[in-house]
C-alpha cells in the first residue's frame, strides 16, 4: 500500500467527451506524476505537477491538461476525448523536484474506456 | 513515446530458478528503478539505484546501475510463484521518468 489514491477506477467515456481523473498524494509528498499505460505497454510521462505548477510535460497534446492543489493532490483533463486515450491512467507521487535521491510511488490506477 | 529496451519480453521458469533480466538506453540516466506490476494495479518499487555502479539487494532481489549510466540488471534468485508479474524497469532524467517495455515473469510451480 502506497498511500497514493485514485478515483475513480474505471469509466466509460464516447469519443469527444472530457474527462476528469483525481489523484491524491502520499502523505508529505509535493510532487504528482501522471502516466498513461496502453495495454502491454509501460508507463506513458504525461507531466509533472510540483507546488501546484506544472514541472514539465511528455509528449502528449494540450488537450491532455491537469492541476495541483494546496493540499497537493491532482486532476487530469483530457478534452475530445479520440479511442487511443483508451489506457490505464496512473498517478505517482514524490518528495521533491529533482532532488537526487526521491522516488516516485503510485496509486492503483484509472482504468479508461473510450466507445 | 520512448521507451527503454528490456529483455527478455517474457519468460517461464522454474519455482526456484533464479531470474536475470535487464534494460538498456541509448541516453544516460541520474537513476535507475525497478517496479513490478500485477494485472489491474500500479508499478510498486523494488529497487532504487542512485549512481553508476551501485549493486543493491532487496531480499532476494538484486539490481545493478550499470557504469555507463545506460544500462540496469535485476535478478532474482530462488523464485516462487508470487513473482508472477511484470517487472520494468525506469530511468530517471530530471522529472522525467521513462519506463521499459516490461519483462513478463510466469513461475511454474
Known amino acids: 500500500e502506497t498511500g497514493v489514491t485514485q478515483s475513480p477506477t474505471h469509466l466509460i467515456k464516447t469519443r469527444g467527451q472530457q474527462v476528469t481523473l483525481r489523484c491524491s498524494s502520499q502523505?508529505?509528498?509535493?510532487?504528482v506524476s501522471w502516466y498513461q499505460q496502453a495495454l502491454g505497454q509501460g508507463p506513458q510521462f504525461i507531466f509533472q505537477?510540483?507546488?501546484?505548477?506544472?514541472?514539465g510535460r511528455g509528449n502528449f497534446p494540450p488537450r491532455f491538461s491537469g492541476l495541483q492543489f494546496p493540499n497537493y493532490s491532482s486532476e487530469l483533463n483530457v478534452n475530445a476525448l479520440e479511442l487511443d486515450d483508451s489506457a490505464l491512467y496512473l498517478c505517482?507521487?514524490?518528495?521533491?523536484?529533482?532532488?537526487?535521491?526521491?522516488?516516485?510511488?503510485f496509486g492503483p490506477g484509472t482504468r479508461l474506456l473510450v466507445l | 513515446g520512448q521507451q527503454l529496451n528490456q529483455s527478455p519480453q517474457s519468460m517461464f521458469i522454474q519455482e526456484g530458478e533464479d531470474v536475470s533480466m535487464n534494460c538498456t538506453s541509448s541516453?544516460?540516466?541520474?537513476?535507475w528503478l525497478w517496479y513490478k506490476q500485477d494485472p489491474g494495479e500500479g508499478p510498486v518499487l523494488l529497487i532504487a539505484?542512485?549512481?553508476?555502479?551501485e549493486l543493491t539487494s532487496n531480499g532476494r532481489l538484486t539490481a545493478q546501475f550499470g557504469i555507463t549510466r545506460k544500462d540496469s540488471f535485476l535478478n532474482i534468485s530462488a523464485s516462487i510463484p508470487s513473482d508472477v508479474g511484470i517487472y520494468f524497469c525506469?530511468?530517471?532524467?530530471?522529472?522525467?521518468?521513462?519506463f521499459g517495455t516490461g519483462t513478463r515473469l510466469k513461475v511454474l510451480a
Open positions: 505537477y510540483y507546488r501546484e505548477e506544472e514541472n
Open positions: 505517482a507521487s514524490s518528495s521533491g523536484r529533482d532532488r537526487g535521491q526521491e522516488t516516485q510511488y
Open positions: 541516453s544516460i540516466f541520474n537513476t
Open positions: 502523505s508529505g509528498h509535493n510532487t
Open positions: 525506469a530511468g530517471r532524467r530530471t522529472y522525467k521518468y521513462i
Open positions: 539505484l542512485y549512481k553508476a555502479g
